[in-house]
């Protein structure tokens, strides 16, 4: 049988929610990754060092016993971004060791944003202070005007808001999250090695007919939305092309299916059941397989200026089918691909 070993990936871009549905989802990351950049959105937003911590040590006391056990889940904690954030909390943040980064939603841009930035201004201090702590700025990438077109969003962000952020502040250290365009993928590519970009599968394995597939499609509807095949093929090629400005991180996002499943459904698709997977589908239909290390294993680590990975993960070239659905708290959630058959499957 077909097998590929891999130094323990990280998931450089994971919402695990928090209260009994939290469980449910966190084993399913804890499986395949050593680490994870748990990002901040929770009903009411982690805008503290206090508040990562006290979040941290949920997540750990939720590990399944094996793995807390062994500390082979290591969840590395993020700030959101607010207005009222003072800079003493950057250098807080930074001081705890527990906190890698800060996270920047557009207010208004996706779920749970409504205490985010309204205009870049108004934190230009904070993004001063965490470029001198060499604390990494994690930004969605879209802006929230609703004349701006969904599928143009984020071009305009990169024009609008991220090129003068960079030109002004050049030292602070960038993540652009969920990189969805070509526009996107050719300015990490040309940007200074301060900025890098995390991609999802969503994002390589599907483009936006998947929305409407014979149907209204919620389990596809995701933001960034998915995009046109010109701008997912530019992704897979950014993703499998070695470069180390760009690596993994899944946005896997779960929502109750009856949130998704409704006339104003959620933005978010639950792929941390089967995530490594299908990254390897990817890369192996690219005859890249030989990239995915360094996309999954490495790249994120060394610009997160975090060590190596010990352990390792086995995949066989196995077929088994998704399920249908799986346990969220007292709901389900559908997991991305569900019902469908999976290349791969990890030991
Ligand atoms: C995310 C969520 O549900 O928290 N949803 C999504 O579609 N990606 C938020 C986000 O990262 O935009
Ligand atoms: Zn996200």
């Known amino acids: ?206 483009n936006r007919n998947a929305l409407f597939a014979g149907g209204l499609r919620p389990h596809h509807y995701c933001l960034p939305v998915l995009k046109a095949e010109e701008h997912r093929r530019a992704v897979v090629d950014a993703a499998t092309s070695g470069n180390p400005k760009f690596f993994l991180g899944t946005d896997s996002a779960p929502h109750a299916r009856a949130a998704k499943e409704s006339a104003c459904g959620c933005a978010g698709i639950y792929s941390a059941h089967n995530a490594i997977e299908l990254y390897v589908e990817v890369f192996e239909e690219k005859d890249c397989l030989d990239k995915l290390e360094g996309f999954a294993s490495r790249y994120g680590a060394k610009f997160y200026g975090l060590p190596g990975n010990e352990g390792s993960i086995t995949l066989e070239k196995n077929q088994w089918q998704i399920p249908d659905s799986l346990p969220f708290g007292e709901s389900e959630i559908i997991p991305f691909r569900a019902g469908e058959t999976c290349q791969w499957k990890m030991r």
């Open 1 to 206: 049988m077909e097998t590929l070993t891999l130094t323990k990936p990280d998931d450089m871009h994971l919402h695990l929610r928090e209260g009994d549905v939290m469980r449910d989802v966190l084993a399913d990351s804890a499986r395949q990754f050593a680490r994870a950049i748990i990002m901040p959105n929770l009903n009411s937003p982690v805008v503290s060092t206090g508040q990562a911590l006290a979040y941290r040590q949920s997540i750990i006391e939720n590990l399944p016993e094996d793995i807390r056990a062994s500390g082979a889940f290591e969840p590395l904690m993020t700030l959101y971004l607010t207005e009222k954030m003072t800079r003493d909390e950057i250098i807080k943040a930074k001081e705890s060791a527990f906190v890698h980064a800060v996270k920047y939603y557009p207010a208004g841009a996706t779920t749970n944003s409504d205490s985010g930035v309204t205009a870049i201004e108004n934190v230009y201090p904070l993004l001063e202070a965490m470029a001198e702590q060499n604390l990494p700025l994690l930004v969605h990438g879209e802006v929230t005007d609703a004349d701006v077109d969904i599928f143009d969003r984020e071009a305009i962000f990169i024009e609008k808001i991220l090129s003068p952020l960079m030109d002004n502040i050049p030292d602070l250290r960038i993540v652009f999250e969920h990189v969805t365009t070509k526009d996107a993928v050719d300015f990490v590519k040309q940007g200074s090695e301060k900025l890098a970009a995390t991609i999802t599968p969503q994002h390589l394995l599907l």
